[in-house]
């Protein structure tokens, strides 16, 4: 099948890309153009264009034909929602608007698109699995509102004009060998690093799934043939507090210094409890995640290692010729 993925060089994206074109699939990335990023993703055919541009999204799309779009690419930066709403419901809606509208009338034979929402929007529901029809959407945040709105708007198309859609909530995903931006990987680096540990509250209990998990789940509604219209938790439903998550990455990586908590201020209104059911996505697409929370930090662990010793060795080579060719010239 040709299938287009926007944002292809974001961390959950790229490894769906590569194991789709792994699988046979033609794959294509739409992104927008940086030079960085162009650089990182050129094992993949890219094309460039800006999801907020309603002219040029229907003419990739009309040129491309893809059969399947998955959608990824936002401005996922909570903090920065709250400074730029106005930039952030251009870039999380409007630009989803303008996917679902340029694949309804451009595409010939368009089959799902395949929305990448957050389990961020659920009202927080202390002790209670997060249901995808029973718990109220809550977002506090110009990005929530920005998500839930671009899903409203898929479900309106779906009902309305028969527009194959799909929206996933997608709970706390970890296995990133690079960026310490998230959770997971931050407490990874800080530790690996041996000094202190600075952290926000340790009391917000989170649902923490494996990279492989989730794009396992990607796969099977990519090949699926169930109707269109549904919206899944993909998740463990596996609670984990920070301070566990926390101690469990101490043990797995030797760590013996001092944790500081309560250093990072918390969000406005932070959720304490994200635990999404999984039920719908196990019983539909008969999906089940393989990876429990320690097997899947000893392999973020691993991983981390390996590409920052594989970083550290380059620069050295690097440091190295450049000194072979100073001397060269002092000959």
């Known amino acids: 099948m040709k299938i287009l993925i926007t944002g292809g060089t974001g961390f959950i994206a790229n490894a769906l890309l590569t194991r789709l074109q792994r699988n046979g699939h033609d794959v294509h990335n739409l ?6 990023r ?5 094992e993949f055919p890219t094309v460039f264009g800006d999801i907020g541009e ?6 990739i799309l009309r040129e491309l034909q893809p059969e399947i779009l998955v959608h990824f690419a936002a401005l996922t930066s909570v903090a920065y929602s709250y400074e730029h709403p106005i930039e952030v419901i251009n870039a999380n809606l409007i630009g989803t608007v303008n996917l679902a509208e340029a694949c309804r009338t451009e595409v010939n034979n368009f089959k799902k698109i395949i929305f990448t929402s957050r389990v961020e929007s659920y ?9 995808e029809e029973k718990t109220p959407q809550e977002p506090d945040s110009p990005y929530g509102v920005s998500k839930v ?5 898929l479900l309106y198309l779906c009902r309305n004009r028969g527009f194959p859609a799909f929206i996933l909530r997608q709970s706390n995903t970890y296995g990133r060998k690079k960026d310490a931006n998230f959770v997971v990987e931050a407490i990874i680096s800080q530790m690996l690093r041996g000094g202190p540990v600075n952290l926000g509250s340790p009391d917000p209990v989170r649902d923490f799934i494996y990279v492989s998990d989730l794009i396992d789940f990607h796969m099977k509604l990519i090949e699926s043939e169930i109707q269109s219209g549904h919206v899944f938790n993909v998740g463990t439903s596996k609670p984990t507090s920070i301070k566990e998550l926390a ?7 030797g760590y013996a210094g001092q944790l500081n908590w309560n250093v990072n201020p918390p969000r406005p209104r932070e959720i304490k409890w994200l635990v999404v059911d999984n039920q719908k996505a196990r019983t539909l697409l008969h999906w089940t995640p393989k ?11 691993e991983g981390w290692k390996k590409f920052n010793e594989e970083i550290y060795n380059e620069r050295i080579k690097l440091y190295e010729n450049l000194g072979d060719s100073q001397n060269s010239h002092t000959k």
């Not at 009202?123 to 249901?131: A, H, I, R, W």
């Not at 709105?149 to 708007?153: N, R, V």
């Not at 990876?291 to 662990?301: F, P, S």
């Open 54 to 59: 309603a002219g040029s999204v229907k003419n």
């Open 149 to 153: 709105a671009a899903e409203k708007y």
């Open 31 to 36: 992104e927008r153009y940086a030079a960085g």
């Open 291 to 301: 990876i429990e929370l320690r097997e899947g930090i000893k392999k973020t662990i």
């Open 38 to 42: 162009f650089a990182q993703q050129k």
């Open 247 to 253: 101690n469990l990455i101490a043990t797995e990586t």
């Open 123 to 131: 009202k927080d529901t202390p002790g209670v699995l997060q249901d």
